[in-house]
């Protein structure tokens, strides 16, 4: 099983739709969660961290933690074409020796005009 | 600019020369990990550094590959006897104060073994 499990895609929106996007997670441990955005040929760039459970907002995304589910999500809003990338999912756990943060294998997200 | 600096941003290198790859963290951050992504893959870690201590290398291929954050100085990610197969983004990541916090991404050194 792999530590982190996202959905590769591609997922296709039209414009102006809800994008939403999943994760799960292995390691019980857990303690933080990330959502990092990935243009082609770019590095990953953050865009919104959760640690408790819930839902927690930031202006068009929404991120989603569920830890007795392990499963972390996010929803993009208003969905524009300039949100097209691969999106990853990451967490930080306790490892023997220090905590490492660990990526999922992304999900691309097209945004139609 | 005080972001994560990576250099060089693009390396070619022929198979059985070393690739040294380098990276200055954010200010006031003391945690360098390096991550590799190829292409059209995840990113996959590799190590996790302190100054002057490995805290954990259990990405990291056993041999050829090895990494260092010094007392003075930024962190160096070498690669001996480069062969075709380490053609990859590597990407080096800061954190401040615990390697719980947020981790931040330089700009990557993209290395092309020829």
């Known amino acids: 099983q792999k530590e982190v499990e996202q959905n590769s895609g591609p997922l296709s929106v039209p414009e102006g739709a809800i994008a939403s996007l999943n994760c799960t997670y292995s390691d019980r441990g857990s303690q933080s969660f990330f959502w990092y955005r990935q243009y082609s040929g770019k590095s990953p760039e953050l865009i919104m961290f959760i640690y408790s459970n819930g839902d927690k907002e930031d202006g068009r995304f929404t991120a989603q933690l569920n830890k007795a589910s392990q499963y972390v999500s996010l929803l993009i809003r208003d969905s524009q074409p300039s949100d097209s990338a691969t999106y990853l999912c990451a967490v930080n756990g306790a490892n023997t020796g220090g905590f490492k943060t660990i990526f999922g294998a992304g999900t691309r997200l097209f945004v139609k005009a | 600019n005080a972001g994560v600096m990576q250099n060089p941003r693009h390396l070619v290198r022929r198979r059985g020369q070393e690739a040294r790859l380098r990276c200055s963290p954010m200010?006031?951050?003391?945690?360098v990990y390096w991550y590799r992504q190829l292409p059209e893959e995840g990113l996959k870690f590799m190590v996790y550094l302190q100054k002057e201590n490995i805290i954990d290398e259990s990405g990291m291929p056993k041999e050829r590959f090895s990494a260092e954050f010094p007392k003075e100085g930024p962190s160096i990610l070498r690669i001996q006897q480069v062969v075709r197969g380490d053609s990859a983004a590597y990407f080096c990541a800061s954190s401040p104060r615990t390697s719980e916090d947020t981790i931040y991404f330089g700009e990557g050194s993209w290395l092309t073994v020829v």
């Open positions: 200010k006031g951050h003391s945690h």
